[in-house]
């Protein structure tokens, strides 16, 4: 008999008949030898590559075939179930149809039409029952106790078959039997409770009720149904014709009754069990790996199973066995073994596995408990990084991923819906496992199969020594699983990083060639900081590192361009003060013909630049010395880049931390055939940098601007140089020059600048921190007074003058609400402030943190007292002026007694006219 048991389920029963003969009380050898059902079966499948259409199940037949039993039909489909009888076999589809082959003689196998779907089927030794979707029972063939009078019972979930007498478990717990009705003792007892699982011997009945306690009735010749005191909580019960098995909770079999053959005898060792079946005087059960295991009587070579055999049900008559056999990678223990590449599997041609994912794997993934499923297993050789992508499945895939036995799988990682093509498809990027089998296991939402294709890869990249190769596009690392690699990055390579003792991810590339390697890990979710080295492990030469290119919006992720020797490059990811989390950048790769000669500059790009001159070979022609002698250019192999300016701006460049002694031309122009030098650098950076370049604020105003990149003496090496660009008057060094008559300039399009107000410039300005503002210039020809009027502005100005050079100011005027009443904004006018000959430097903010539209004019002269619009010349607008300021303050107050009066009249009076 079988009894297969799944979770807390009601127990789905296809079991085989243990035949006995007249007497049902007692049957010596020589009678069992006389029972004709002496073969097994199994449904077993032919092993598969790790990329293939999965075939049905197929099923397999040994021992005695007199009456054809053991010809399995050609075409049969996808078998869900088998079961036998004495001298007939009868397969359930998985489409809920029967097919039966063998002896026919009493009708066995001639399936009634009409039953509409079968769940579950079950043999005698000359007839056949099942059960229905609707609840309700069939039977035909051999009747002549009564066992196919199948009663109209309802709602039964379960059946169980002994030698000519069934029973049926119902959903209400309760249990009903036909056949051989003369044998009260086979009645069902009226104590029995609320079952949730039965089971069948030849000649007496087993049940599980609600308290998991087995309870046994009908004949009892060699005790077998005397359960044991103290009997472990059991979840599925199976007989033979003398002996009773009980499988128990913890996957242990028990068993007692007949052992005259060893059907008693559990092996040592046997465990983790998940089915038994028991006939005749022979035991059976399937461990959780697909294994089965058989003793007892082996006369006919029962006990015998086929080498290979993977089975998931199991059944068994007196003289045989029946398995049905898994798919390869239709199980865990029949795994699939996946390989590096791609990997397909048609998922519609499996069955749903014995256990479906629970809330703890991955409520998400919408798993129905019919979910057919396929299973893949890899073998991680070390501690690393597994990455699958199902994108080009064909369906909406799910996929769990496991560690661990089966049996005793652990959820590791799961996905749904993370492919960004439509069709919601899974993808897992960079899950940390360690070394050993990793189970794939793969299903649908909602009950979704069809052909799941995907791409395995596997990377390691703890260390140098395990780096994960990188490749063009997108490359992740989780290096919230890694740990801190042995040597920290030294302080000589990039102080900033502060690299805090930080997790780390490693990933090398093979440079073809010399060429040019751009990263950029603006994608990532966490601030990383980045190094490249070339050489070989255990000895690696530092070439480029970088930390915050991308900005704050991007988490201050890095972003890195450097050109490359041929070989293996090192790309080292850490994070800063020791960050971790999930690490995706983009890598691209070009030769290094890039940059080696104008024509081919390479455009800057955001973050830290990085060229290895000594890849390149010197352009035609050497800077000459009218550009820059102290340059000695030599014939230095140089490295040109390219900036393209839509309008003027000021350009800087810091090459302090480059690896060699720098120097640098820049050139203006629109092609590389009409260039002109417009600046040079060489060691600005100082002895304590290696002679290194530093170009601050040069002015640009070209087209296209060109850096060329080449060495003191012809010294090649790792330019590394950061650059910026500054919008002309955002800085002092930035200043724009004053323009005769009248200047305009919107100052929300500029930032603060460096240089903080203090309290000795203007305290009444209200300039706040952070202020916006812009510089102008104005270069005095002399010693005298400078006049600025901002009245025509449309915000509330504040304005400060200051004399010195950038960086060492001195304040020598400022101007806040001086046009007040004329501005109606509160706008600045500053009127004779003495100056030295000189640049004098203006800087236009605003009251706190205003800004608009500064629109002023500067006279520069003689102090002319009257002239209070400041056109030069002392007439009736000033007059103007002074009268409707009468009695107050302000610009019209010549005399500075803080009252406009007659003595300012005067004073205005006697100045009428241009002033001198």
Known sequence: MIAFTQGNAPMLLTPSLAPITLSAVSR??????????????????????????????????????????????????????????????????????????????????????????????????????????????????????????????????????????????????????????????????????????????????????????????????????????????????????????????????????????????????????????????????????????????????????????????????????????????????????????????????????????????CAALGWNATQKDAWFVYDAPTVGFLSLDFCASTYDTSVVLYIGSCGGLIPIACDDDSCPQAGYRSRISSQMVAPGEVYIRIGGYLGAAATASFNLSFAQGDECATATPAVAGTNIANTGFLTSSANQPADEECTYLDWGNSRDAWFVFDAPIGGFLTTSFCNSNYDTSVVFYQGACGSLNRIACDDDSCGESMHYASSLSVMVEEGPVYIRIGGYLGASGLAEFELDFEPNLQGDHCVDAIVLSPGMQSVNTALMTPSPNAPADQECLELNWNNSKDAWFEYHNASPAYLSLDFCDSNYDTSVVLYSGSSCADLTRIGCGDDECGAASNYRTHIVDQYIDGPITYIRIGGYEGATGTANFTWSVKNPGDECSTARPVLPGVNSVFVQNFTASNDPIGTADCTTLGWNFGQKDVWYVYTAPSAGFISADFCDSDYDTSVVLYQGVCGALTTIGCGDDECSPKGPGFQSRIINQAVAAGPVYIRIGGWHGAVGEAEFTVFFGAPCLGDLDNNGVVGAPDLARLLSGWGGSGSADLDGNGDVGAPDLAIMLSAWGPCS
């Open 28 to 361: 010596s050898r020589a009678t069992r030898s006389l029972v004709a059902a002496r073969y097994a079966v199994a449904l077993m499948l032919a092993g598969l590559s790790a990329t293939f259409a999965c075939a049905v199940d197929t099923v397999v037949c040994w021992g005695y075939n007199a009456y054809g039993q053991g010809n399995v039909p050609a075409n049969l489909g996808i078998v869900s179930s088998v079961a036998a009888g004495d001298r007939h076999t009868v397969a359930l589809r998985s489409n809920g149809t029967l097919a039966c082959w063998g002896d026919n003689s009493l009708g066995q196998c001639t399936v009634p039409a009409g039953m509409g779907v079968v769940t579950a089927v079950d043999a005698g030794p000359d007839f056949t029952v099942a059960l229905r979707s609707d609840g309700l029972v069939s039977c035909w063939g051999d009747n002549e106790a009564g066992q196919c009078y199948a009663p109209g019972l309802s709602n039964v979930i379960a059946i169980a078959v002994g030698w000519r007498s069934s029973i049926a478990l119902r959903s209400n717990g309760t249990v009903y039997r036909w056949g051989q009705l003369y044998f009260s003792s086979l009645d069902v007892p009226l104590d029995l409770g609320f079952v949730t699982k039965i089971g069948a011997g030849s000649s007496f009945f087993m049940a599980i009720d609600s308290t998991q306690t087995v309870r046994c009735w009908g004949f009892n010749s060699y005790g077998q149904l005397n359960v044991p005191p103290g009997l472990a909580p059991s979840q599925a019960v199976a007989g033979g014709d003398a002996h009773s098995v009980a499988l128990g909770t913890d996957g242990a079999v028990r068993c007692w009754g007949g052992n005259d053959n060893g059907q008693c005898n559990v092996p040592a060792g046997l465990g983790g069990v998940t089915a038994i079946a028991a006939a005749g005087l022979n035991t059976i059960a399937l461990e959780v790996g697909g294994q089965v295991v058989c003793w007892g009587w082996n006369e006919l070579g029962q006990t015998d199973v086929p080498a290979g055999l993977a089975a998931r049900v199991i059944a068994a008559s007196s003289f045989s066995a029946v398995a049905l056999g898994t798919a390869d990678g239709d199980e865990c223990h029949n795994a699939l073994d996946a390989s590096i590449g791609a990997n397909s599997v048609n998922v519609e041609s499996m069955t749903p596995s014995l256990f479906s994912p629970g809330s703890t794997d």
